[in-house]
């Protein structure tokens, strides 16, 4: 440390002073802040020199505050696409087994797995189905209750896929107490096979007849009513043709390329009502 005597000529220390390579000495101008140092009156802080830059004019680049956000990520919670109506999600494919399950629950209905004696019938209903089920197809999931007048079965047509099985066809029917000729409605762009001998029965109506065909054993004025009636002709036209009914092993039964679910099963609940009383009207 450099000690230097006062003016006066006193020893106290009292004028010591910073050794010049170390800053700056009392007594001493100070030197010019060099540019980015803050001046003795400044804050402690320190930036870079130009770190602080004036904000951009409009028309330049905009900073992000004046940007308003642009959402791509999909719709938004709440203002996503319009919900589809219940008749348009009858027809979407949408297997919902536990669904099915529960719905019949709650209803009343009765559960099987389809290897029950009473189920033997239904591997017939298969085998007799115009989708040309094939020899591995078996029934499973099988609910059994009633809705309104009408005793039901709707069950799934699975086939197997290593240890588990897959439903490919939902099926729900109806049992005929009269004799019903064999028949198969079915919609009219639609490919059909095994229809020897069936030959068609028209009805009429020029826009129903475009949609939908009826194949019956022998034409008949039963058959004609079923046809013809208004409430059997107003729900097939309000449906997207994607349903296939015929009758076998003593049931009047619908087929869709699809696996049950609660939306479904009532789908094919109000159709096989309003064919069944066309039908019960000839008797």
């Known amino acids: 440390m450099d000690k230097r005597s006062d003016p006066d000529g006193s020893d106290d220390g009292s004028g010591w002073r910073e050794p010049e390579h170390l800053g700056e000495g009392a007594g001493r101008e100070p030197a010019e802040p060099s540019a980015g140092l803050p001046s003795p ?28 956000p642009q959402w791509t990520g999909g719709p938004r919670f709440g203002d996503g696409p319009h919900v589809p109506d219940q008749l348009q999600r ?26 029950g004696p009473q189920d033997s019938v239904l591997r017939d209903l298969v085998a007799s189905a115009p989708v040309r089920p094939g020899k591995e197809a078996r029934p499973a999931s099988v609910l059994r209750g009633r809705a309104g007048t009408l005793e039901l079965v709707a069950f799934d047509v699975v086939y197997p896929l290593g240890r588990s099985f897959v439903p490919k066809y939902a099926v729900t029917a109806a049992p005929l107490l009269g004799a019903v000729p064999g028949l198969r409605l079915s919609p009219a762009r639609f490919w059909r096979h095994r229809t020897g001998g069936l030959v068609p029965v028209a009805s009429g109506n020029e826009a129903f007849d475009a949609r939908w065909l009826l194949l019956a054993a022998e034409d008949g004025p039963q058959l004609r009513r079923l046809v013809q009636d208004p409430a059997v002709q107003g729900l097939l036209l309000g449906t997207d ?21 609660p939306l479904l099963i009532e789908h094919h609940i109000r159709l096989l009502t309003a064919l069944v009383a066309a039908l019960a009207a000839g008797y």
């Open 41 to 68: 009156g400044q804050p402690a802080s320190w930036q870079p020199a130009g770190w602080d830059l004036p904000d951009a004019e409009r028309g330049s680049s905009p900073r992000p505050a004046d940007v308003e």
């Open 90 to 115: 009858a027809f979407q494919v949408e297997t919902d087994l536990v669904g099915a399950q529960g719905w019949a629950l709650q209803h009343g209905w009765t559960i099987s797995d389809g290897q």
């Open 241 to 261: 043709d994607g349903d296939e009914f015929w009758t076998g092993a003593g049931h009047l039964a619908v087929v869709r390329p699809d696996g049950h679910r």
